[in-house]
């Protein structure tokens, strides 16, 4: 891919995992800048990655041809106001906030901007990240190029076409590791109640949670409904433990938690 000079304005959780998973894929990582304001975050960045690190957003930003805007919703409009000074003209920027919208973020750096925003999750840290994009129809097909070339270096991507679709991408794959993790902290949990130790229970929740993920991935034309019913032997174990399930309403608990995570992204549209 074409290897354009990038500032992470912001070194936390996700960008470290864009990163990662950049460096992985072979991208050069003296074109890679991070900032952030205290070299907690920054040392080890340089460390494990090569990359090199600025305190400074204003500099960093100014060197750059891609400026990803890395930093936590509430913080993002200080951290942009003095990005302002920024001739954005030649720039791509890319938004990985959560809640934050195009109009929003072109009145925080009071320019008209090259923007993409892009909602990934941080499994692009080992190069499995799952990654939405948005853009208007004002975005030069380069520019779309290069999102694309940049979020696929570390995963898989979906474009969206309206703006609003980002928070959907958030309650399906920003968020939705989480949601994984807890269901599998709640079996590694039970299976330590039922008496395994926890390495060993952790083993049995992990290598089912990959080997379910990977049967996903190597049967596209099987649905996942069938998938389940290949487990579930009529009269035996799964069909209780999905009973179960089915009686405490978990698809009903997975819709309004998604919801709860659209509702919380439009609220922070308003709030930041
Ligand atoms: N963590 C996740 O799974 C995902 C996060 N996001 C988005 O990514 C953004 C960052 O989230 P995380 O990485 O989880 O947060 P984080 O708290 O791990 O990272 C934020 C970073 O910003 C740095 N920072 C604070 N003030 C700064 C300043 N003035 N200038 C430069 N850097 C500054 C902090 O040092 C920290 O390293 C958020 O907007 C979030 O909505 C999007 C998708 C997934
Ligand atoms: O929890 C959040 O707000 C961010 C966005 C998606 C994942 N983490």
Known sequence: MEQRSIAFIGAGNMARSIIAGLIA???DAKKITATAPSETRL???QHDF???TDSDNLRAAQQADVVVLAVKPQ????VC???QAVDFSNKLVISIAAGINSARLATMLDSQLHLVRVMPNTPALIGKGMSGLYADSTLAPQDHQFASDLLQAVGEICWVKQEADINGIIAAAGSAPAYFFLFMEAIQQQAMAQGFDEQTARLLVQQTALGAAEMVQANPETDLATLRQQVTS???TTAEAINTFNHH?????VAKAMQAAVARAQEMEQLF
């Open 25 to 27: 894929s072979g991208y």
């Open 81 to 83: 106001l003095p990005l």
């Open 75 to 78: 913080l993002m409009a200080d």
């Open 43 to 45: 040392a080890p960045l």
């Open 234 to 236: 009529k009269g035996g």
């Open 50 to 52: 090569g990359i090199n």
């Open 249 to 253: 309403h978990l698809t009903e608990i």
